[in-house]
């Protein structure tokens, strides 16, 4: 089963603006500010567009500016922060949101075939969740070797501190605490 969001251009093009912008940087508040209004307004118009349909195809439209509403602001809240657990955040919201898309979508079938319809959206959530809870582990394991080896360098540092005396010794330890960052 192959899950996709529809999104308007407009909502592309904002969206990797300000993902480019949240590897580069994070975004001013004024942007931040902005773009919540933006995505609020874009919600709006998506859900009025799905005023015309009729029976599910207008509960699926509207799940969708929902899973689209959701995932911009988890994007826009990395952006604007620049935080790995907000970069989870967005992986999650995605995972959430097409579940949610997907399941609406079975509402148009019936008995085994929405049974099965509703396992294999579940099973892509499932995935998805634990792919974004594998991102979130390697980010720790990440930081986790990033502190191992400023500690390593320190510690290097510091014996090479030894061989000195006096003045210089003291200079050299209070040089290495600040570049390695110890109290």
Known sequence: MKLHFVLKPAAVAATMLLLSAAQAATITKADYQASKTRISADYKADKTACAPLAANAKDICIEEAKANEKVARAELEYSFTGKSRDRNMVLVAKAESTYAVAKEKCDDKAGND??????????????ALTDAKLGK???????????EKRDAD???AIEKCGALAGDAKAACVTSAKAKFGKN
């Open 137 to 147: 582990e390697i980010g720790d394991a990440r930081k986790d070797a990033t502190d």
């Open 114 to 127: 929405k049974d099965v319809c509703v396992k294999e959206a579940k099973a892509v959530e499932v995935k």
């Open 154 to 156: 320190y510690k290097v």
